[in-house]
C-alpha cells in the first residue's frame, strides 16, 4: 500500500469519525433526553434561559449544530478531492502534518462550541441550586478516589521519557530553543490537567444536583481521558520526531491524523462507552426531588 492511498484512507476516517459519527451521537443523545425527561417534568435539569432548549427552537439548534458538522465534512471531502484532481503527492521531507492539524482543529470547533454551551448550562444550575435547600456533604471526595497513583505516575513516566528523548537527541545550537519550548509547553498542558482533576475533585460540583455515584463515575471518566491524552500527546511528539530521524517524514500526515483520531475516541468515545443516557439518574432533576447529599 502507497503512502498516498494509507493517507487518504486515514484522513477519509478522520472526516467520518470527527464530523459525522461523533457529533450524530452526541446530537442524538441530546434528542433523547429532550424526549425522555421534558423540562414539565425535570424541572431542574432546564435552568432559564435554557428552558428553550426542549422547544422548537432548541431542536433547531441541535440540527444547525449538527449541520455545521456536515459542512466541514464536505470541507474535507473537497480537500481530498482537490488532492486527487491535481495529482498530490505527500513531501518526502514532511510539512504537509501542519495542514491535516488544521483541518482537525477546524473539525474540533463544533464540539468546542458545545463544550462551552454545557459549561454555562452547569453555571445556570449552579446558580438555581444556591437558593434551594440542600444537606451537607456526607461522601467527601479525594483524588486516589477516582484516579490511581499508578497511572498518574505511568503518565508522568511517559512524559519524563520523552523530555529525556528530546534532551539527548535536539539540544544543539539551532534546536534547543523549540526543544525547551515542546518540553515546557507539554509539561504546562500535564500540570493544568493535574490543576483541572484537583479542581474537580476538590471544588464545587459541576452540576450540583447529580448523585454522589454519578459524580464519581464522571470524574473517574475525566481522569482517565486526561492520563490517556497525557500519554498520547507524549508517544506522538516521539513518533514523528523518530520518523523525521529514520527519514520518515511522509508518514507525519498519517501519523497527526490518527493522533486527533486517537484523542476523539478516547475522550468522545470513551464517554459515550463508559456512561448511556439509562446509566444517569435522572430524578433528582424532578421539581419535587428532595436535597441534594
Same mark, same amino acid.
Given at each position: 500500500?502507497?503512502?498516498?492511498?494509507?493517507?487518504?484512507?486515514?484522513?477519509?476516517?478522520?472526516?467520518?469519525?470527527?464530523?459525522?459519527?461523533? +457529533?450524530?451521537?452526541?446530537?442524538?443523545?441530546?434528542?433523547?433526553?429532550?424526549?425522555?425527561?421534558? +423540562?414539565?417534568?425535570?424541572?431542574?435539569?432546564? +435552568?432559564?434561559?435554557?428552558?428553550?432548549?426542549?422547544?422548537?427552537?432548541? !431542536?433547531?439548534? !441541535?440540527?444547525?449544530?449538527?449541520?455545521?458538522?456536515?459542512?466541514?465534512?464536505?470541507?474535507?471531502?473537497?480537500?481530498?478531492?482537490?488532492? $486527487?484532481?491535481?495529482?498530490?503527492?505527500?513531501?518526502?521531507?514532511?510539512?504537509?502534518?501542519?495542514?491535516?492539524?488544521?483541518?482537525?482543529?477546524?473539525?474540533? !470547533?463544533?464540539?468546542?462550541?458545545?463544550?462551552?454551551?454545557?459549561?454555562?448550562?452547569?453555571?445556570?444550575?449552579?446558580?438555581?441550586?444556591?437558593?434551594?435547600?440542600?444537606?451537607?456533604?456526607?461522601?467527601?471526595?479525594?483524588?486516589?478516589?477516582?484516579? @490511581? +497513583?499508578?497511572?498518574?505516575?505511568?503518565?508522568?513516566?511517559?512524559?519524563?521519557?520523552?523530555?529525556?528523548?528530546?534532551?539527548?537527541?535536539?539540544?544543539?545550537?539551532?534546536?534547543?530553543?523549540?526543544?525547551?519550548?515542546?518540553?515546557?509547553?507539554?509539561?504546562?498542558?500535564?500540570?493544568?490537567?493535574?490543576?483541572?482533576?484537583?479542581?474537580?475533585?476538590?471544588?464545587?460540583?459541576?452540576?450540583?444536583?447529580?448523585?454522589?455515584?454519578?459524580?464519581?463515575?464522571?470524574?473517574?471518566?475525566?481522569?482517565?481521558?486526561?492520563?490517556?491524552? @497525557?500519554?498520547?500527546?507524549?508517544?506522538?511528539?516521539?513518533?514523528?520526531?523518530?520518523?523525521?530521524?529514520?527519514?520518515?517524514? $511522509?508518514?507525519?500526515? !498519517?501519523?497527526?491524523?490518527?493522533?486527533?483520531?486517537?484523542?476523539?475516541?478516547?475522550?468522545?468515545?470513551?464517554?459515550?462507552?463508559?456512561?448511556?443516557?439509562?446509566?444517569?439518574?435522572?430524578?433528582?432533576?424532578?421539581?419535587?426531588?428532595?436535597?441534594?447529599?
Amino acid at each position: 500500500m502507497s503512502v498516498l492511498i494509507l493517507f487518504y484512507i486515514v484522513f477519509l476516517s478522520q472526516i467520518y469519525l470527527l464530523s459525522i459519527y461523533f +457529533p450524530g451521537q452526541l446530537a442524538k443523545r441530546v434528542r433523547q433526553v429532550l424526549s425522555k425527561y421534558p +423540562p414539565d417534568k425535570y424541572g431542574k435539569l432546564y +435552568p432559564p434561559p435554557f428552558d428553550y432548549f426542549a422547544s422548537r427552537e432548541g !431542536v433547531s439548534r !441541535v440540527r444547525n449544530w449538527q449541520l455545521l458538522n456536515f459542512a466541514i465534512a464536505g470541507l474535507g471531502l473537497g480537500i481530498l478531492l482537490a488532492a $486527487v484532481l491535481s495529482g498530490y503527492q505527500p513531501d518526502p521531507m514532511g510539512g504537509d502534518e501542519i495542514f491535516v492539524l488544521a483541518y482537525a482543529m477546524i473539525q474540533f !470547533v463544533p464540539l468546542f462550541m458545545a463544550e462551552i454551551m454545557t459549561a454555562k448550562w452547569f453555571s445556570r444550575m449552579r446558580q438555581e441550586y444556591a437558593g434551594r435547600p440542600k444537606s451537607a456533604e456526607l461522601q467527601p471526595r479525594k483524588l486516589w478516589d477516582v484516579v @490511581s +497513583p499508578l497511572n498518574l505516575f505511568l503518565a508522568l513516566g511517559i512524559y519524563l521519557a520523552m523530555a529525556a528523548w528530546f534532551l539527548q537527541q535536539h539540544m544543539g545550537e539551532s534546536e534547543r530553543g523549540a526543544t525547551l519550548i515542546t518540553l515546557f509547553g507539554l509539561g504546562a498542558m500535564n500540570l493544568g490537567y493535574f490543576l483541572l482533576l484537583l479542581h474537580r475533585v476538590h471544588g464545587r460540583k459541576n452540576d450540583p444536583y447529580k448523585s454522589h455515584a454519578d459524580q464519581l463515575h464522571e470524574l473517574k471518566l475525566l481522569a482517565s481521558i486526561l492520563v490517556i491524552s @497525557s500519554i498520547a500527546a507524549s508517544t506522538i511528539l516521539v513518533l514523528t520526531d523518530m520518523a523525521d530521524m529514520f527519514v520518515l517524514e $511522509v508518514f507525519d500526515p !498519517v501519523l497527526i491524523s490518527v493522533f486527533a483520531q486517537f484523542c476523539a475516541v478516547f475522550s468522545i468515545g470513551l464517554g459515550f462507552s463508559k456512561t448511556t443516557i439509562e446509566d444517569i439518574d435522572f430524578e433528582v432533576y424532578r421539581e419535587d426531588a428532595g436535597p441534594v447529599v
